[in-house]
Nanobody
Framework: QVQLVESGGGLVQAAGSLRLSCSAS?????LGWFRQAPGKEREFVAF????????YYADSVKGRFTVSRDYAKTTVYLQMNSLKPEDTAVYYC??????????????????WGQGTQVTVSL
């Protein structure tokens, strides 16, 4: 059974930084981060391969966010810098069983965390 638990969300001022963590138990493959703002659909934020060697970002966060995973492959991080009010959302970690492939759509992933709220104020 795969379980994902996010942490690290909170309230931060614009231009500030936060680091989200996603602790994964059970077998996991590739991982992604998504976010959902009130009244909007869940959107892709970042992807990281099983090895950690390949990453991919949504255009809206490219150059500001960095995704990484630890050597044991049990924790994935999302470092968020230069935060903007439009980054305000619930952030979700998602995982696939497969160690191969790519995913930038919610349907690509089989497992989801409960989400962590990120609020960016002016």
């Amino acid at each position: 059974q795969v379980q994902l638990v996010e942490s690290g969300g909170g309230l931060v001022q614009a231009a500030g930084s936060l680091r989200l963590s996603c602790s994964a138990s059970g077998l996991t493959g590739v991982l992604g981060w998504f976010r959902q703002a009130p009244g909007k659909e869940r959107e892709f934020v970042a992807f990281i391969s099983w090895s950690g060697g390949t990453t991919y970002y949504a255009d809206s966060v490219k150059g500001r966010f960095t995704v990484s995973r630890d050597y044991a492959k049990t924790t994935v991080y999302l470092q968020m810098n230069s935060l903007k009010p439009e980054d305000t959302a619930v952030y979700y970690c998602a995982a696939k069983r497969s160690r191969l492939g790519f995913g930038n759509r919610p349907d690509d992933y089989e497992y989801w965390g409960q989400g962590t709220q990120v609020t960016v104020s002016l």
